[in-house]
């Protein structure tokens, strides 16, 4: 199956300052790519849908200005939390759909903290 | 909209024993898949078991079993002889053809010796 990475595992930072997460796909070229977020003792709720050369698919209650999807090839889409705050503290983790309907693949997730 | 439902927060189980860990769904597709994965405390989602509504039989992996009611809408996850190691979260989840998941609040399983 395809293997997805995660850049960084974890990160520490300071309110107010913007925080980048890479999402790799290592042997599979994904024109979608999905983003999620945990919170702890929760499950997991999709955030967007990354889309290869347009413009991400959000849902609804989240941010778009605030969680800057970009997806500018078909191996590597990028979150950037804007201006990031506590209640932003979170476990993000995207996933990979595979080319069939049966599978998809999941990076080992960022856990990020926000001081 | 689709739905998945997991009802037991929590599950204990014995080392060597068989567990269930129930999920119910809500969808309006007539094609549809369900996962189930596990989740450790290291946060990675390590895929389990997976089961197509177009499916005339249950899934089956290693250990791992599918038990798919159509009529009912239910694919519980079977484990036989658990072990210490599959003390972790479960996730049961639904995808519509190339979507994203939706997940189940999941179920934490605690298997004592």
């Known amino acids: 199956g395809a293997v997805v990475s995660q850049h960084p595992s974890w990160v520490i930072c300071k309110s107010g300052t913007s925080v980048k997460i890479e999402c790799r796909s290592l042997?599979?070229?994904?024109?979608?790519m999905f983003w999620y977020r945990q919170f702890p003792k929760q499950s997991l709720m999709l955030m967007a849908t990354s889309n290869e050369g347009s413009k991400a698919t959000y849902e609804q209650g989240v941010e778009k200005d605030k969680f800057l999807i970009n997806h500018a090839s078909l191996t590597l889409s990028t979150l950037t939390v804007t201006s990031a705050h506590p209640e932003d503290s979170s476990f993000y983790i995207c996933s990979v759909g595979g080319k069939v309907a049966d599978t998809q693949y999941f990076g080992p997730g960022t856990r990020l903290t926000v001081l | 909209a689709q739905k998945i439902t997991q009802t037991q927060p929590g599950m204990f189980v014995q080392e060597k024993e068989a567990v269930t860990l129930d999920c119910t769904y809500d969808t309006s597709d007539q094609s549809y898949g369900l996962f189930w994965y596990k989740q450790p405390s290291s946060g990675e989602m390590i895929f389990l078991i997976y089961?197509?509504?177009?499916?005339?039989q249950n899934a089956t992996e290693g250990r791992y079993s599918l038990n798919f009611q159509k009529a009912r809408k239910s694919a519980n996850l079977v484990i036989s002889a658990s072990q210490l190691g599959d003390s972790a979260m479960y996730f049961c989840a639904l995808r519509k053809g190339r979507r994203a998941l939706t997940f189940g609040s999941g179920t934490r399983l605690q298997v004592q010796p």
């Open positions: 042997d599979f070229q994904a024109t979608t």
């Open positions: 089961q197509g509504s177009y499916d005339e």
